[in-house]
């Protein structure tokens, strides 16, 4: 503690306060006011003094190791400076390095450091490092995961030296952690051995307790030979924890050649003890040590690698062994390997097996699982042995209900477990090769009857002598011919009853929104139908209204404006023969001639439109010859040439439809009469591209025009739009193609629907 504590002295404190080391109080009575201020200036001086030291102490590097051990993990998270010397005792790969100084050892974490950024040192002289070198290290302290560390900045080689004494095995602190990072020198029995990323990785059992033991590849020439032989290693001290900083398992690494001692050879593998399968760890007047034991039987089922399953009689064991050699059952086998209580049943671990022969396989008994569980409870309540025996590593039958078929997790173990009922028990089944496919087709269920090794599981419960207790029995299956299906399921399963009802639910939910769709569908068909209803009507009403207003108007025409304009003519005729009678100026006579002329033609015109407007569109015509009659009467006198082409079978066109066209096609020509001045004219009469459609072109050789220039609405002509409004009523296209001196083609599309014929 001397670098800790430099400059610390007891008798300081009184030099620095001579008044409490001699007191010299005044009289009994006399007044203490001029001993008061020296009492207070003392105070101060002391207290000055120690909170210096304090800081001096505090800011003061820690020099020796066993100090940065002795901290706890809120002490060494603070990183307090650290200045140690100290020899490497073990360097593992990477930045992996141990050091030990007088007063212990350490571990230098070097991958923390270099994460916080701290890491000052040349990577070059860090891996030229080596065990046996004596380091001058500066850092800080860090918590590490297990036990306090050194969190290095600078690692500087100063020399080297011999590595300190191993310290002898001490069980309690070994096994406990304490003697972490330390270097010791264990014993124990080789009970494996496993090659590691180092060299090679012992397992050895100490009796009791078991750890592992890393040495360099160098070490060992024969692996096989040390298994089962005593021996001591000196090396580094660590521990397997938990992610809570727990020791699961105290190990030791060594960087030394010469590290592992044999003080006692192995005999030869099947040289051990022979035991009875069943009494691999029985009460013995002399404890037999964690050496080998040797059994023989016959083997019931044997996975390559893994385990196998021996039975003699009502005797039978699980051996775990790594032998590749391929077992089948009803080989006698001898196996020798070391006892293991991990599953509270003794079971032959690290296994050198050999065969002796064959014999009749075992014959698996019939047995209740519930009635295996019963017995041994029964054992375990009075403190006696199961009778005739536990069953577990025994070939046993018996029937129970599927209730499942799962695979493992891990989809590259090719394995099935199988989850069965029998009454009231719960037990599993495991099938760890074979035919998996068999097992995947078994329907839950099915009343099977197994065949199986049994594997008991203990659990700690209360009970007045004994504290474990087979709780769960589990089934190891040999292979898919150990599954009989006794009864198949009822065809009314959960799951199929669940489809049924599943399916019978979709149904009807199908029922109601096809339903409900069907509603839609026909709520909007028939408003679709009745406002097609509703169109025709009013369609045909108003082509009735139309041809009665035309009718009306040609007779009013002719009745009124006809007559009057005849007898405006009658009059014009007789002016002017009494003109000429009275041998009057020719020049009025003239004027009258040409007024004459002039109301004859308008005269003409007038009864041409009023037999447009009397006549009937069709007045029982086909729409071709209609169209064929209208168009001579209207160019009658006027050199223009027409032509009218028809295609196809026009016979069913509906009078509504045909006296529409008519209608449209009529506005049309005498719209190209009036103002396109053509030679030649075309009428086209053909079903249209779509099924059930007309279409009649009117096309003309005139001057034509820019479409949408021409006069509209707006300024008084209504052809166009009469015509366009005419043939969408019926649902139909109208369609206008001109230019300029290329002339004018209509063409008007409608469907060949019945319209309501009733209106007259």
Same mark, same amino acid.
């Given at each position: ?20 080391a ?8 006399a ?5 008061l201020p020296r009492?207070?200036?003392?105070v101060?001086?002391l207290?000055?003094g ?15 190791i066993v ?16 200045r140690v ?24 974490f070097?991958?923390d ?9 040349d990577d ?10 004596v380091?001058?290290i ?27 004494p ?7 602190r ?13 014993r ?8 590691a ?10 009796n ?5 033991v ?14 089962d032989?005593?021996?001591?290693v ?28 044999i ?8 040289a ?17 040590g ?8 016959i083997?019931?089922?044997?996975l390559?690698g893994?385990?196998l ?8 064991v ?19 390997g070391?006892v293991?209580?991990?599953?509270? *049943?003794?079971t032959?671990v690290?296994?050198?097996?050999r065969? @002796?022969?064959? !014999?009749? $396989?075992? +014959? &698996? %008994?019939?047995?209740n ?14 403190g ?9 590593g025994?070939?046993?039958?018996f029937?129970?209900i ?20 029998r ?20 329907q ?7 065949t ?5 599981d ?27 299906? *006794? ?6 399963t959960?799951?199929? @009853?669940?489809? !049924?009802? $599943?399916? +019978? &639910? %979709? ?60 007898g ?26 040409v007024?004459?002329r002039?109301l ?26 209609a ?13 223009? !040439? ?43 009469v053909?079903?249209?591209?779509k ?8 096309r003309?050789?005139?001057?034509g ?15 166009l ?5 005419r ?16 002339g ?14 009733s209106?007259?």
């Amino acid at each position: 503690m001397k670098g800790l504590f430099s400059g610390y002295d007891h008798g300081s404190f009184l030099d620095a306060s001579p008044s409490f080391a001699q007191p010299d109080f005044p009289a009994r009575h006399a007044p203490m006011q001029p001993c008061l201020p020296r009492l207070i200036f003392s105070v101060m001086l002391l207290l000055a003094g120690l909170g210096a030291r304090t800081l001096a102490r505090a800011q003061a590097p820690l020099t020796r190791i066993v100090d940065v051990r002795s901290l706890s993990r809120e002490e060494a998270a603070k990183s307090l400076p650290v200045r140690v010397r100290a020899v490497v005792t073990w360097r593992g790969l990477r930045d992996q390095l141990t050091v030990q100084d007088d007063t212990c050892g350490v571990w230098i974490f070097v991958t923390d450091a270099r994460k916080q950024q701290l890491w000052a040192t040349d990577d070059a002289d860090f891996n030229a490092m080596r065990v046996g070198d004596v380091l001058d290290i500066e850092g800080v302290s860090f918590p590490g995961g297990y036990v306090p560390g050194i969190m290095p900045k600078t690692l500087r080689r100063v020399g080297e030296q011999p590595l300190p004494p191993a310290r002898p095995m001490d069980p309690a602190r070994f096994f406990n952690g304490a003697e972490d990072s330390q270097r010791v020198e264990v014993r124990g029995v080789v009970q494996g051995v496993q090659p590691a990323e180092t060299g090679w990785l012992l397992e050895l059992n100490s009796n009791p307790g078991r750890f592992t033991v890393e040495v360099p590849r160098s070490a060992i020439s024969d692996p096989a030979a040390i298994v089962d032989a005593e021996v001591r290693v000196r090396g580094v001290a660590v521990t397997r924890i938990n992610t809570r900083g727990e020791l699961t398992m105290p190990r030791v690494f060594s960087s030394s050649s010469d590290a592992l001692i044999i003080d006692v050879p192995a005999v030869q593998t099947f040289a051990a003890p022979l035991v009875p399968l069943d009494q691999l760890l029985p009460f013995r007047p002399e404890p037999s040590g964690p050496h080998r034991l040797r059994v023989n039987g016959i083997v019931t089922y044997a996975l390559t690698g893994k385990f196998l399953y021996l039975q003699e009689g009502s005797r039978a064991v699980r051996v775990e062994t790594r032998s590749t050699e391929p077992f089948q059952a009803g080989d006698r086998v001898e196996a020798a390997g070391f006892v293991d209580m991990t599953r509270s *049943v003794g079971t032959l671990v690290g296994a050198q097996v050999r065969k @002796l022969g064959t !014999a009749l $396989a075992p +014959v &698996a %008994v019939a047995a209740n699982p519930e009635e295996i569980i019963a017995l041994n409870h029964a054992a375990m309540r009075a403190g006696q042995l199961a009778s005739p025996h536990d069953f577990d590593g025994h070939l046993i039958r018996f029937r129970a209900i599927l209730l499942a078929v799962q695979s493992p997790p891990d989809t590259k173990q090719p394995a099935r477990h199988l989850t069965l009922e029998r009454d009231e028990m719960i037990l599993n089944a495991t099938l760890h090769a074979g035919d998996l496919k068999t097992i995947d087709a078994l329907q839950p269920g099915s009343e099977l009857e197994v065949t199986g090794i049994v594997q008991l599981d203990y659990t700690s419960v209360d009970a007045p002598r004994l504290s474990l207790m087979p709780t769960r029995l589990d089934i190891v299956l040999r292979s898919a011919v150990d599954i009989t299906v *006794v009864r198949a399921p009822s065809w009314w399963t959960p799951e199929r @009853l669940f489809g !049924a009802v $599943a399916v +019978v &639910a %979709v149904g009807f939910g199908a029922a109601l929104v096809w339903a409900w769709q069907l509603r839609r569908q026909v709520r909007r068909k028939t408003q679709l139908l009745g406002t097609e209803m509703s169109a025709r009507r009013d369609a045909a009403v108003e082509f009735q209204a139309t041809l009665r207003e035309r009718s009306r108007l040609a007779a009013n025409l002719h009745d009124t404006l006809l007559q009057t304009m005849g007898g405006i003519g009658f009059q014009i005729g007789a002016c002017a023969r009494e003109m000429t009678a009275l041998n009057q100026d020719s020049k009025p006579v003239a004027l009258l001639t040409v007024a004459r002329r002039m109301l004859d033609h308008s005269v003409k015109e007038l009864r041409s439109s009023v037999w447009a407007l009397r006549s009937h569109p069709l007045q029982g015509k086909a729409l071709p010859a209609a169209l064929q009659e209208f168009a001579e009467r209207a160019c009658d006198g006027q050199p223009i !040439a027409i032509e009218l082409r028809t295609e196809g079978d026009l016979t069913g066109v509906p009078d509504f439809v045909a006296g529409n066209l008519l209608l449209a096609a009529q506005e049309a020509v005498h719209n190209a009469l009036k103002h396109a001045h053509p030679s030649k004219l075309t009428l086209e009469v053909r079903l249209a591209g779509k099924l059930g459609w007309i279409m009649v072109a009117i096309r003309d050789d005139g001057v034509g025009f820019v479409p949408g220039a021409q006069a509209g609405a707006h300024q008084g002509h209504f052809g166009l739009s009469g015509m366009r409004e005419r043939i969408e009523r019926l649902d139909g296209t109208f369609k206008l193609e001109s230019a300029p001196g290329r002339g004018t083609s209509i063409y008007l599309e409608v469907p060949m629907r019945t319209y309501d014929e009733s209106i007259a």
